[in-house]
Antibody
Framework: QVQLVQSGAEMRKPGSSVKVSCKAS????????ITWVRQAPGQGLEWMGT????????NYAQTFQGRVTITADKSTTTVHMELSSLTSEDTATYYC??????????WGQGIPVTVSS | EVVLTQSPGTLSLSPGERATLSCKAS???????LAWYQQKPDQPPRLLIF???NRATGIPDRFSASGSETDFSLTISRLEPEDFAVYFC??????????FGQGTKLGI
């Protein structure tokens, strides 16, 4: 059974960066693309980017181009997402997700990230 | 870029009633990669429907979905208390771009 387990909550100051992780098990790492989606408090879902871990090929939403980097560590079957130049508008819960046919069957538990001075 | 517009923004119904949620695309979707999710507070979204009309594993048959090109809908035939939540539609393009609708809140 596919499982995605994410790292813990983070707090950052404006202008800094945050790097969060998503450990995949149950075959997800080798057979699925893994996507990052964020959700600001009380708001909708926003696609950030997707990586195919076995070839480490990533594509990013235009909104985040130049500010987000998604990487995959094959040795630990973990995907990382780093977001830079943080502002208060980046305060959100960050999810990793995976699935097939363009849909997300499996989600991580979410990582709350707070950006505040 | 495809924009998905969901309506209504809020839908107030009672248990036992039928709910119909709409998701309209700004342009015709060339594939059937349209999905629906349910989200409850402090939980990740749960996949209900993929491929526009296919129920995901374990989803009760009171949930159904249909649509093509620019108009898609999710129907819950007889609302159960646990169905009151926020619902999102989502599209995936062949070029690897994902888009979400803004959500419909289904409340009592």
């Amino acid at each position: 059974q596919v499982q995605l387990v994410q790292s813990g909550a983070e707090m950052r100051k404006p202008g800094s960066s945050v790097k969060v992780s998503c450990k995949a098990s149950g075959g997800a790492f080798n057979s699925h693309a893994i996507t990052w989606v964020r959700q600001a408090p009380g708001q909708g879902l926003e696609w950030m980017g997707t990586i195919i871990p076995i070839i480490s090929s990533a594509n990013y939403a235009q909104t985040f181009q130049g500010r987000v980097t998604i990487t995959a560590d094959k040795s630990t079957t973990t995907v990382h997402m780093e977001l830079s130049s943080l502002t208060s508008e980046d305060t959100a819960t960050y999810y990793c997700a995976t699935g097939k046919m363009g849909a997300f069957d499996f989600w991580g538990q979410g990582i709350p990230v707070t950006v505040s001075s | 870029e495809v924009v998905l517009t969901q309506s209504p923004g809020t839908l107030s119904l009672s248990p036992g009633e039928r709910a119909t949620l709409s998701c309209k695309a700004s342009q015709s979707l060339s594939n059937s990669f349209l999905a629906w999710y349910q989200q409850k507070p402090d939980q990740p979204p749960r996949l209900l429907i993929f491929g526009a009309s296919n129920r995901a594993t374990g989803i009760p048959d009171r949930f159904s979905a249909s649509g093509s090109e620019t108009d898609f809908s999710l129907t819950i035939s007889r609302l159960e208390p646990e169905d009151f939540a926020v619902y999102f539609c989502q599209h995936y393009t062949n070029s690897g771009v994902f888009t979400f609708g803004q959500g419909t809140k289904l409340g009592i």
